[in-house]
């Protein structure tokens, strides 16, 4: 199914602070790693996109941190598409170690042009996750 997609994620040394703990800053970028995956999962290319001229902006984000994590745990991130609009779309994210809840999140992305202007979300990626 489009609309979620799981990757695994090992936490590396530089992404810890000095009490051997990932950084939550990390979790931001995790939830990106998320979303480009989910796209390249279903054979489209972020990179291919902002080359035509299609960039999504990050407009709100939320992390909850439940758990930590340590250098070299293994973690799941899930990512959910749970909204999209003709121009935005809202992702849930679950990071786990095992079982256990290490964070979970969302983020709204806008649609924009090379102008910075809202623009519509590509046909490609239209008709994924509920309205």
């Given amino acids: 199914m489009f609309n979620t ?3 695994p994620i090992r936490v590396r040394y530089t992404e810890v602070d000095s009490m051997g703990y990932l950084h ?13 995956e989910l796209l390249r ?9 902002e080359r ?25 991130l899930t990512t ?3 909204r999209q609009t003709p121009v935005r779309i809202d992702h849930t ?16 992305i806008a649609c924009v042009g090379r102008d910075g202007q809202l ?8 008709g994924h996750g509920e309205s």
């Fill in 119 to 126: 623009r519509a979300i590509p046909e490609l990626l239209q």
């Fill in 52 to 76: 035509e001229g299609v960039f999504f902006v990050v407009v709100k984000v939320a992390v909850n941190y439940k758990a930590p994590a340590r250098y070299d745990d293994e973690l799941t």
């Fill in 80 to 82: 959910k598409i749970a």
């Fill in 24 to 36: 939550h800053s990390r979790h931001l970028q995790y939830f990106e790693m998320g979303r480009i």
């Fill in 93 to 108: 994210y679950e990071l786990l170690k095992g079982k256990t809840l290490v964070a979970d999140g969302s983020t709204t």
């Fill in 41 to 49: 999962a279903h054979g489209i290319s972020y990179a291919d996109l």
């Fill in 5 to 7: 997609h799981t990757i």
